[in-house]
């Protein structure tokens, strides 16, 4: 029995064999799936999660990791990391001293 039978008990009556059927419609295709890290972002979470079970239903998948932001995504990353920061900029800002 696959994991995803594991879902039967708390997925809504008929996901499961939803999911079966969809497996069925791209057995013979692979996928790969190319991420720059192994831990945080939303894509990481998803894929350690989504490889084992697609394996599972037999759909050929994988994962690789590059070890590295790509160029086209660097803009990005510096963004996140400087809003972050103000972020944590203005809340301490925001806080009076004292009223902790």
Do not use: H
């Amino acid at each position: 029995m696959s994991r995803i039978d594991d879902y039967r008990q708390v997925a809504p009556q008929g996901a499961v064999d939803m999911i079966l059927k969809l497996a069925d419609r791209v057995r013979g295709r692979r996928f790969l799936n190319v991420t720059g890290g192994r831990l945080g972002g939303g894509a990481a979470e998803i894929l350690r999660e989504a490889v084992p079970i697609l394996s599972d239903l037999g759909v050929d998948t994988s994962w690789e990791i590059t070890g590295a932001i790509p160029p086209t995504m660097r803009p990005r990353a510096r963004f996140r990391r400087r809003s972050r920061a103000r972020s944590v900029c203005s809340a301490t800002k925001a806080s009076p001293a004292g009223s902790r």
